[in-house]
């Protein structure tokens, strides 16, 4: 799939490769998951064949992942108006099962579309900093673009000039248009993702905290990728933080391990949002207000893409929203802030 998009924070999306699985409580609702079943039952001959399963008459993801055909892959190039672009709204582009050959693709129409900014989201937050540890450290994008660049002759016909090919490979890392997030629903997976975030080169680094199962502090995560005394640190201002205790899965000593990899490493945007659909889980108004407040703190743009189809207020259900919650005039209005962050 790809075209224009109702996600509020970009204007399209592209799905370069589609299919996934399901890597903690965030996805269980995956609205994605019914979708691609849906694909798959008006064609079954469609690349989203064979990518989920009915389970007690749900959609679920069976772990098979598949690239699109090559209009699809590569469509931005025939883009010509600039637009934001989210990656993959149909899977995870850094899911364990693509090949590092299928990502060096995707970037490689990405270095070749600079008129766009384009919005990668993972859950595989460690993957992602691994593919990009293995490009090597001559800060070149032209490694994994150029790995790709002898085949691509017959895909790109007459969209993509010589010149151009030598300029995309000539480009600096981090891609200059190109965004990196993780989503995460609590803490838990702020704590475990967030880190590798930080340590994975991009123009803006972003969260996206949808849907929101419980209360994230921004302000104390624990870095060790970096050594920051205790090792919790503020990741909106890239200073040290200071909530006590260690998880029981990382020693101190790892925690605190000086590996240098960024310096003052901080998040550009943080987007919110509650659950929506068939089975949507409550999201406290309360969690979403105090990340709206840490981000004001901080200055870091934060952007509340919806309060979901199941608000509460101070623990307590019943806040009145029709629908999916997405009408913006039943919202609180201390959350209705829609920002975007400062592109380089």
Request: net charge negative.
């Amino acid at each position: 799939m790809a075209g224009t998009s109702n996600i509020e924070w970009t204007d399209a999306t592209w799905n370069p490769v589609v299919g996934c699985s399901i890597v903690s409580p965030g996805c269980t609702n995956c609205y994605a998951m019914r979708m691609a079943a849906r694909i798959e039952a008006m064609d079954s001959s469609s690349h989203y064949a064979g990518t989920t399963k009915k389970v007690n008459g749900n959609a679920v993801w069976t772990g098979k992942v598949a690239l699109a055909p090559d209009h699809i892959l590569t469509a931005p190039l025939r883009w010509k108006k600039p637009r934001k672009i989210f990656v993959n709204s149909m899977g995870d582009l850094f899911h364990e099962s693509i090949p590092d050959e299928w990502i060096d693709r995707v970037f490689a129409v990405m270095a070749l579309c600079l008129q766009h900014t384009f919005q990668v989201l993972t859950k595989r937050a460690e993957r992602m900093r691994e593919y990009f540890v293995k490009l090597g450290n001559d800060d070149k994008a032209c490694e994994g673009i150029g790995r790709w660049h002898g085949e691509t002759a017959p895909i790109f016909g007459d969209l993509v000039s010589d010149d151009e090919w030598e300029a995309a490979l000539s480009l600096d890392m981090p891609l200059e248009n190109v965004w990196l997030g993780v989503s995460a629903e609590r803490q838990q997976e702020a704590d475990e993702r967030i880190p590798h975030l930080l340590a994975t080169p991009a123009a803006v680094r972003f969260v996206s905290l949808e849907p929101l199962l419980g209360p994230i502090d921004l302000r104390n995560i624990p870095l060790r990728w970096m050594h920051f005394g205790r090792g919790m640190v503020d990741v909106l201002e890239g200073k040290e933080g200071a909530r006590e205790g260690y998880p029981s899965d990382y020693s101190k000593t790892e925690w605190c391990s000086a590996v240098e990899v960024v310096s003052a490493p901080h998040l550009n945007w943080v987007i919110v949002g509650g659950e929506s659909g068939p089975g949507a889980r409550p999201m406290d108004l309360d969690w979403a207000r105090n990340l709206v407040a840490q981000c004001r703190n901080a200055g870091i743009a934060c952007f509340v893409k919806q309060i979901g189809a199941k608000p509460m207020l101070h623990g307590f259900k019943g806040f009145p929203v029709t629908g999916k919650g997405i009408d913006w005039s039943e919202w609180p209005e201390d959350l209705r802030m829609r920002e975007m962050p400062n592109a380089p």
